[in-house]
């Protein structure tokens, strides 16, 4: 999704499409900082 939004972004110029390059980059950061400390969406059994 963020290679799509980027190259979107390339080819428009649209601040828009920018912003939500970002939010979904920022999204992604801690996505991975939460994997990487071993926090999970689902409840352990």
Do not use: S
Not at 3 to 19: A, S
Not at 21 to 41: F, I, P, Q, S, V
């Amino acid at each position: 999704m963020l290679d799509f939004t980027w190259k979107v972004f390339c080819m428009t110029g649209n601040i828009d499409t920018y912003l939500l390059y970002k939010e979904l980059e920022r999204g992604n950061d801690d996505w991975t900082a939460r994997e990487e400390e071993g926090y999970h969406d689902q409840p352990a059994h």
